[in-house]
């Protein structure tokens, strides 16, 4: 398994000299924290590349693509270590937020430093001598800038002064998702399958694009899914309603509702009473936000096939064909 | 002034579509966070470039010169922002922690993620034609990775698990100051100074092993300050031995007490008790720890004089000895 090989590396770094403690302490946050997610986005980076390369890849090309697969899932733990923390959070992939757990706390904080720190390391030790290797550098940069500003928008239209739910637009959201999640989810895996082809970036602004508008289409069904999703598929009981989300539901409501309906929402939103809960979601029937939902996927699948098929390049179109019909209707 | 140009072009970045509001934001942490330290560390990047070079430095030296120093501050700001959280700490350079200030809270970590974030995009703006820029940013990720490390093996020391002064030790204290401290402070900008040089620093092994050492001794003085230093001098009232901080005082204290020294050591060090306080601070008086101390600081003098003149290359035995003279027993 590479992720054991990569771990295995950093704990032997010779940019660091450990104590025993600290390579203890090191492997159990990687191993809580690293691996147990989906694997989407690592798994994107060996997908697109085969597709880019059109032939059989070599043990060696299976590997680089892998470990930079890998550094996707790193930089997903670094976020997510760091965003229960400041959402103050209890559970993630069904286990206690690293932050919760004994003698953790806010040590939590440098340990998502340190994650996002081993990605350079990652990068260094098998991509140093590579012709793209700089651009790599320059891409992960660029990415998780775009997802820190993003997360600083959240951060502050969600906790800054009071709950206002007049706050929660359209554009609002569709800002707050692009940089957030869509960037570093679908963007970054196929920007490192072009790069390890050997393409120039400034090229692939229009694809660029379409996997942001795919991102943003993904974080809709997910906040579809929080509420209208089956538990069971999707593995936890969504709580956006009760933690005050810039979820699209929300954003749609306020747009679609009457007068009353807005007082309704404004005084039961982001309240963890159970009776609360039950308001706001009878306000999502009422306004059929099921059905708004539906249209919104049908139109967005549409536009995003006829983007695809205005591209140049058969393998870039199979690329994104591929990546969009692994979320097509998705259940979970 | 740089300060304020490099801020007005992050703050138009085009990776990010800023709203208004998240402008203001990011404009008024960079001027709560960023000026206001020493500065020691980004003039030493200028002041090591002039020696280096022998010769009087254009504007655009001294603008690349200052860009660079820029960056070790903001690095400093992000590690001191996250720090303060960490510690849970109540004032940093005489006024409230960023995270302490209204509205704040623990938004702050992400603006500590933030202000790391810029650094990358202030390299790419302007070193990114360089051919020392993929050096560049390798340094950086390096000293980055060597100090969250230190930072963690300092809160593993100090926060996990019971207080126990026996983990106190001179090895333990050394390793912590050297990657915590030493290497972002000390060797940082020297080498960014090498870089611009264009010297590779494969090259300069002993130059850095000799500014990580006086990079220690410079922390042994910062501890030494915190308690026999004259407040009005370093600007606040020092708070090391009511926050348990494995400070060199404590470390020392710990290898010359008696058992029953030990014991009121063990029974007093770490609380915010004033009584407790005057406790730990007349054992370190029956200890003759200033003593302890001017010799510690003239042995590290000797020793550093000697290595750098052991150095080949006159202009860099310049620009460390220049280093050590300005810390030298400095009394702030
Ligand atoms: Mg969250
Ligand atoms: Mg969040
Ligand atoms: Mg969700
Ligand atoms: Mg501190
Ligand atoms: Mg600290
Ligand atoms: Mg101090």
Redesign the interface.
């Known amino acids: 398994e590479i992720y054991f090989r990569l771990k295995a590396e950093l704990l032997q770094?010779p940019?660091?000299?450990f104590?025993d403690?600290?390579r203890q302490?090191?492997d159990r946050m990687l191993d809580y924290n690293v691996p147990g997610g989906k694997l989407n986005r690592g798994i994107s980076v060996i997908d697109s590349y085969k597709l880019l390369k059109g032939t059989e890849l070599s043990d060696d090309q299976v590997f680089l693509a892998c470990a930079l697969g890998w550094c996707i899932e790193w930089l997903q733990a670094y976020f997510l270590v760091?965003d229960d923390?400041?959402d103050?959070s209890h559970t993630r992939r069904g286990q206690l937020c690293w932050f919760r757990v004994d003698?953790v706390?806010?040590?939590a904080?440098?340990?998502g430093?340190?994650l996002r720190?081993?990605i350079?390391?990652i990068l260094?030790r098998y991509f140093r001598e590579k012709p793209y290797?700089?651009n790599l550098?320059?891409l992960f940069?660029?990415v998780?800038?775009?997802t820190?500003?993003g997360?600083?928008?959240d951060?502050?239209t969600t906790?800054?002064?009071e709950q206002d739910l007049s706050k929660y637009t359209m554009p609002?959201y569709r800002?707050i998702v692009q940089?957030k999640t869509a960037y570093y989810s679908f963007y970054l895996p196929v920007a490192c399958a072009l790069l390890m082809s050997g393409e120039n970036l400034d090229h692939f602004i229009d694809v660029k694009n379409i996997l942001v508008e795919m991102g943003t289409y993904f974080q809709v069904q997910d906040d579809y899914l929080d509420c209208f999703g089956d538990p069971e598929a999707i593995g936890k009981i969504g709580t956006d309603i009760e933690d005050f989300k810039c979820s699209w539901l929300v954003v749609q409501a306020m747009a679609h509702a009457n007068e009353s309906q807005k007082k309704i929402l404004t005084e039961n939103y982001g309240k963890s009473d159970s009776a609360c809960i039950a308001k706001v979601k009878s306000i999502y029937k009422d306004l059929n936000l099921q059905n708004v939902f539906f249209e919104y996927e049908r139109m967005s699948y549409e536009q995003l096939i006829s983007s695809i098929e205005g591209l140049p390049g058969k393998a870039v179109q199979e690329v994104l064909k591929s990546f969009l019909h692994k979320i097509y209707k998705r259940q979970k």
Do not use: C
Request: aromatic share 12%; hydrophobic share 45%; no cysteine.
């Open positions: 770094d940019a660091f000299d104590t403690e600290g302490w090191i760091l923390i400041m103050n003698k706390g806010l040590i904080a440098n340990d430093i340190i720190n081993h350079p390391r260094k290797y700089v550098l320059d940069n660029e998780e800038f775009q820190a500003s997360q600083m928008l951060l502050i906790y800054q002064g609002v800002r940089y």
